[in-house]
């Protein structure tokens, strides 16, 4: 059909350039709905990198949200340690006044110490909080998009 208006190229050449203009095709997801106090959403964000004296800082953001309210509480950090990433679970659990029934993490480092397929294992401190404090450490499913929706969006780069 083509060849008949003047091209010259292969039938292979006509499916690459398909390929790339075609859309990709995005994977449909069910907005997660949530009742009060079910779910809380854990993340660090990245806020780059900060002068103190002469030294240049990581600066990170340990963000733990509420699934139903979306609200959420900020605690500045400049490493992703175990310690900061505890102590920013009982500082957020003071601001919101209250700890949700379950708690998702995604592959955190300070979370996360090894994930094989389906299975995960969390880190025993972790684990002793979530014992402490009654509530359940669940692993947020490997790319879906609709899991993470609280802490993902509340911080945008123009909020601060």
Not at 37 to 52: H, M, N, P, R, Y
Not at 53 to 81: H, I, M
């Amino acid at each position: 059909m083509i060849g008949g208006r003047g091209y010259q190229g292969g039938v292979v050449q006509v499916r690459r350039a398909g390929a790339r203009l075609r859309p990709n095709e995005r994977e449909a997801f069910l907005r997660l709905r949530t009742f009060p106090g079910e779910q809380g959403q854990i993340d660090w964000a990245s806020f780059g990198k900060v002068l103190i004296g002469r030294a240049r800082r990581d600066l990170s953001c340990f963000v733990p949200a509420l699934s139903f309210s979306r609200d959420f509480y900020l605690e500045f950090s400049f490493d992703q340690k175990l310690e900061s990433f505890l102590r920013g679970h009982v500082h957020g659990f003071q601001d919101l006044e209250g700890v949700p029934r379950v708690m998702l993490y995604d592959n955190l480092r300070s979370a996360v110490l090894e994930r094989r397929g389906d299975g995960i294992h969390f880190h025993p401190r972790l684990l002793e909080l979530c014992a402490h404090y009654h509530f359940a450490a669940r692993p947020c499913q490997a790319a879906r998009g609709n899991e993470k929706v609280a802490s993902n969006a509340s911080l945008r780069p123009g909020d601060f």
